[in-house]
Every structure is written in structure tokens, then in C-alpha cells.
């Protein structure tokens, strides 16, 4: 039976990621305040937030101080653009400490509301800069089947997942996708994680030769790909892959939107992967999502293009009314600086051990064929033999299930592509709420067993 606000919400809202028929006879769970890593449904009963939010609430929930920042740049200024020159100070000064932490040299900030937003903007700015330095013709970007990068209808693009292109007529021309980083499913028997990558960056490079090296601009990768189902990348992939772009001068824009900001224990994901990127998107953990902020990160080369693009033309023609929105920034300001004063970056390094110890003691469970965690991010693949690596009937849903009992023990989690379940919680995580994350999944794992050998599914 559902509650009176469900049946309201079934007959109003389309919700995101939905199987929308399903949905119908499911309802929401509605949730209705959170505290520390702990959010609360209408009923008052506690969850784990074992994926903050969607990536996203590094600091949790009920941060006073971002509360208060938001609130005083409200009371004093609550909006005003940037178009046209106008500015104010907390863009500026949030675009200052973002070129001091950024992992590379970054000339100038482009600010959005959200990561599709940002990697609409990076492919829009590649075009604009090669149309500005006259080579038209390098345009095509290389992004991943799996990686996963946004909605609009560039970002879906470059997003390499099914659900995203079949019946939205996408992707749009001059977007490739060459193959996922995933060792587990993808390696050859007997194949090395270094000789994979090495497999892969030889594969990128001879799409790059049949392409044209002249006609291609970019490569986008976020460092663990997040949606796609919280894949690791093997061993050596970026530096492997790096060495093929700057071969043939392509760009490699870093999709930061989940890894930045401490996810993997270093402040960017590009750090402790080995990436060199030359332009970074990120969104989400800026603002710990108190509010909606992404940000593209410009370097100078790409700058000079742009000022020469716009002396053509007259204008830089692109931008969002909310570009740069007084009180997201200053919660991003805010953001920051707890980040930095509460040491969370370093707290991540030092409870990663922990979190990737408990992935890797999921791999003995029966359902799971692979479990990997990085920092505080991981994903696991729930396989019918893990011998064989078979996967089950995709009509079984056998990951929802998972995520379903989960939800019984009290524990959020996210069940992806491909029977994949991501985990990836609040960066204040402590190693106390770690082992009850992993407790609670365990016992939904058990559960999912048991639902599995009785109806006899397998
Ligand atoms: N890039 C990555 C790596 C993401 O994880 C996401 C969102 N999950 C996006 C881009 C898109 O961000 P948004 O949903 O804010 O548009």
C-alpha cells in the first residue's frame, strides 16, 4: 500500500534513472532529513548513506557551517550573474582557490550548475578552440563505453552507456567511444592488468590512426568511472593511455565530477591515477552538493584560443544564467575550506585501507564474482558462477534485488549497469560506520543468496 505523499509523488513526478512502469507499483522511498552519514525517511527510520546522495554529499548531512554560508550570501546578495562583465566576489574567490588546488596548470574557471553542464561546456570549448586556432577539422572526442559523463545531449554523448543513447537518438556526430577499463570482465584469460592497459592505449591509438590523428581533439575519462558501474581502472591504464594522446596532440579532459576533492584519498582522481590532464570538469563535492555548482577548469592554451575566437566574433556566446551563483559559491568557498581545515583529504588516505579491505573480503560471497574499492569508492559485480563469471538473467534484476534487501537492512547503495553495485559514502565516514556499511551489505548479499538457491535461479 502506498502512503498518501507516495501515491502523490506516483502521480506527479517523473523520476530520474526509473524503470517508470515498475515504479508505478513500487512507489518512492521518501526521505525526509539526514544527519552525519545517517539520512531518515518519513516514517523515522534510519538509513546508511553508503552512496552520499549520488556521489555527492562528501560532508554529509546537517553541516551547519555550509547552512550558514549559504545563508549569508543569500542575506547580503543572492544573485547576480556573469554575463557581460558583471561579477562579484565569491566567483572570484572561488576561482582563485580552485587554480591553487587544481592538479595542473589552470588559466581560468568556467563555472556551471551541474557536471553535464561542465562537460557540455569542454566540448563545446574544444570546438571553439580549434575553430579559433583553424583546424575545423579536429573535432571528434574519444570517450568510454561505460564512462559516464551527463545527460544534455553532448554529455550523453559522451556517456557510453545504452540507456543513454537508444531511443534518444544519440550519440550526436563527431563523438567515439572506445572500450571500458575493466579488467574482470574485459582481460583476456591469463592477461596481465599492465598488458590489458597496454591492449587498450594500442586499441585507442589505432582508432586515433584511422580516424585521422588531424580530426581528433579530445579524449574524456573520469579516473574511477562512477555510473558505469564504480570500475577501477588496471594498472597503468592512464599513464599507457597518456603517452598515446600526447603522441598525437589530443587533449585529455579529466571528468572530476565524482573523484575530485578527496574521493580517492588525494585531492583529484588525475593524482593518484596517474593522469595529466589539460582540462578538468568537476560539480557534486564542491558544494558537498548543499547547493548545485560545476566548474570547467581552463588552461591557458586553450584560453589564448578562446580570446582570439571571441575578437572574431564579438562575444564569447555561452553560458547559464545560474554560471556561477553567488550562494553556490559561496558554499563551494566553504566546502573548501573544511576540506583543507578538517584534513578530509588525508582522512580519506587513512581510512582507505579499511574500505578496500572490506571490498576485497566480499569476494568471498557466493553472488559476487569481483569487489574492488578504491579510497572510498568501490563497486562489486554480483555473477550466477563465479567460476564461469556468468552473469544472471538481466530480466532477474538481480542487482535491484540486492539494493532492495539492502534498503531492508537500512543500508543505501546503487545498483548499476552491467549487475553492478557502487558504494561510496560520505567522506566523514568513520571506520566504525564502515564495518556497519559492509555488515549491513553482507547481510543483503545473504539474503539475496538465500532468495537466489530457493527459488532456484541460478
Ligand atoms: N560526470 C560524472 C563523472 C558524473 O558522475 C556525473 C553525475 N553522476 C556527471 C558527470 C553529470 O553530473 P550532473 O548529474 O550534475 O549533470
Not at 598488458?195 to 582508432?207: F, T, V
Not at 603522441?247 to 582522481?269: M, N, P, Q, S, W
Not at 559561496?330 to 578496500?356: H, Q, S
Not at 545498483?415 to 571506520?431: H, K, N
Amino acid at each position: 500500500m502506498l502512503t498518501n505523499l507516495a501515491t502523490r509523488d506516483v502521480e506527479t513526478l517523473i523520476h530520474p534513472y526509473t524503470q517508470l512502469a515498475a515504479f508505478r507499483e513500487t512507489g518512492p522511498l521518501v526521505l525526509e532529513r539526514g544527519q552525519g552519514v545517517w539520512v531518515y525517511d518519513t516514517e523515522g527510520k534510519p538509513y546508511l548513506e553508503g552512496m552520499a546522495g549520488l556521489w555527492c554529499t562528501s560532508l554529509g548531512y546537517s553541516n551547519a557551517e555550509l547552512v550558514e554560508a549559504a545563508r549569508e550570501q543569500m542575506m547580503r546578495l543572492p544573485f547576480t550573474h556573469l554575463f557581460s562583465g558583471r561579477s562579484h566576489d565569491p566567483a572570484i574567490e572561488l576561482a582563485e582557490r580552485l587554480k591553487e588546488i587544481a592538479p595542473v596548470p589552470v588559466s581560468k574557471i568556467f563555472f556551471t550548475s551541474s557536471g553535464s553542464e561542465a562537460n557540455d561546456t569542454q566540448v563545446k570549448l574544444v570546438w571553439y578552440m580549434n575553430n579559433a586556432l583553424g583546424r575545423p577539422q579536429k573535432k571528434k572526442i574519444i570517450a568510454r563505453l561505460r564512462g559516464y559523463h551527463g545527460v544534455t545531449v553532448a554529455s550523453a554523448s559522451l556517456t557510453g552507456l545504452p540507456a543513454n543513447h537508444a531511443d534518444f537518438d544519440l550519440p550526436i556526430q563527431n563523438i567515439l567511444h572506445t572500450s571500458c577499463p575493466h579488467h574482470y570482465r574485459f582481460g583476456e584469460a591469463g592477461e596481465s592488468e599492465t598488458d590489458y592497459s597496454a591492449r587498450l592505449a594500442a586499441e585507442l591509438e589505432e582508432m586515433i590512426l584511422r580516424e585521422g590523428p588531424d580530426t581528433v581533439a579530445a579524449f574524456i575519462a573520469e579516473p574511477v568511472m562512477g555510473a558505469g558501474g564504480a570500475i577501477i581502472p588496471p594498472e597503468n591504464y592512464f599513464p599507457a593511455i597518456q603517452a598515446v594522446l600526447d603522441k598525437y596532440d589530443v587533449l585529455l579532459i579529466a571528468d572530476e565530477v565524482i573523484c575530485g576533492f578527496g574521493r580517492l584519498g588525494t585531492r583529484f582522481g588525475s593524482q593518484r591515477l596517474g593522469m595529466r590532464p589539460d582540462t578538468i570538469s568537476v560539480a557534486k563535492a564542491i558544494t558537498s552538493a548543499y547547493l548545485p555548482l560545476g566548474a570547467v577548469m581552463i588552461p591557458e592554451g586553450m584560453y589564448q584560443a578562446m580570446l582570439e575566437g571571441s575578437r572574431k566574433i564579438g562575444t564569447f556566446g555561452h553560458g547559464f544564467t545560474y554560471s556561477g551563483h553567488p550562494a553556490s559559491c559561496a558554499v563551494a568557498i566553504k566546502t573548501l575550506e573544511i576540506y583543507e581545515r578538517d584534513r578530509i583529504v588525508e582522512g580519506v588516505a587513512a581510512k582507505a585501507p579499511r574500505f578496500e579491505a572490506r571490498f576485497a573480503g566480499l569476494r568471498d560471497h557466493p553472488l559476487v564474482g569481483e569487489a574492488r574499492g578504491l579510497g572510498l569508492i568501490g563497486g562489486l559485480e554480483i555473477v550466477a558462477d563465479k567460476a564461469t563469471k556468468r552473469q544472471f538473467d538481466p530480466k532477474l534484476g538481480i542487482a535491484a534485488k540486492v539494493v532492495s534487501f539492502a534498503q531492508a537492512e537500512g543500508l543505501i547503495v546503487r545498483s548499476l549497469y552491467g549487475d553492478r553495485i557502487a558504494v561510496c559514502p560520505p567522506l566523514i565516514i568513520t571506520e566504525a560506520e564502515i564495518d556497519e556499511l559492509f555488515d549491513r551489505l553482507t547481510r543483503a548479499l545473504d539474503r539475496a543468496e538465500a532468495w537466489v538457491a530457493g527459488e532456484s535461479l541460478r
